[in-house]
T-cell receptor, first 110, second 117 residues
């Protein structure tokens, strides 16, 4: 699996958009980008995933660059409940395993 | 949909005893389940992959005789920490993937906090 690089922490004001970057410069053509988040002392929560097209769901948007070497998770209107560690993972479709990196601690402040 | 539960949520045991943790998929059939371990302020570490009806596959460095995994049905996997010691104290999390839950996505349980005295 391709490795990912994320900033260790970010701050965001409540109500503003949170943009979380992820670098995956060694990603292969058949590897998907997944985003999960983990609120303190809970199991990770699935957010979104994509291959090369931008994706949007009720939680977030995923923007993947044309060369697929990086992506950005966007929380359009961050709330205090979005404070969590966000993990970016790349995975080959059909290969089950996820290997978690260190993630980004997002602090949403009032 | 795609709910995964774990039992117990926390357990405290004496050194040398064995502890069983259950992972259940509540609204889908989990052909594959995964077990992770997370130490304080660290990321999740994949321990093993559990496939229904077959032996689990363990990640490098994980002792298979120490961490016994059984995936007896399409909705239940169990992790037994045998002869637990204080260094086994950790947050154990399972995940599941399978039919009815988006087969290319893993859904995680809430975790089990194990404390070995």
């Amino acid at each position: 699996d391709a490795k990912t690089t994320q900033p260790p922490s970010m701050d965001c004001a409540e109500g503003r958009a949170a943009n979380l970057p992820c670098n995956h410069s060694t990603i292969s053509g058949n590897e998907y980008v997944y985003w999960y988040r983990q609120i303190h002392s809970q199991g990770p929560q699935y957010i979104i995933h994509g291959l090369k097209n931008n994706e949007t769901n009720e939680m977030a948007s995923l923007i993947i660059t044309e060369d697929r070497k990086s992506s950005t998770l966007i929380l359009p209107h961050a709330t205090l409940r979005d404070t969590a560690v966000y993990y970016c993972i790349v995975r080959v479709l059909g290969v089950n395993k996820f290997y978690f990196g260190s993630g980004t601690k997002l602090n949403v402040k009032p | 949909g795609a709910v995964v539960s774990q039992h117990p949520s926390r357990v405290i045991c004496k050194s040398g005893t064995s502890v069983k943790i259950e992972c259940r998929s509540l609204d889908f059939q989990a052909t594959t389940m995964f077990w992770y371990r997370q130490f304080p302020k660290q990321s999740l570490m994949l321990m093993a992959t559990s496939n229904e009806g077959s032996k689990a596959t363990y990640e490098q460095g994980v002792e298979k005789d120490k961490f016994l995994i059984n995936h007896a049905s399409l909705t239940l996997s169990t992790l037994t920490v045998t002869s637990a010691h204080p260094e086994d104290s950790s947050f154990y999390i399972c995940s599941a993937r399978g039919q009815g839950a988006g087969t290319d996505t893993q859904y995680f349980g809430p975790g089990t906090r194990l404390t070995v005295l």
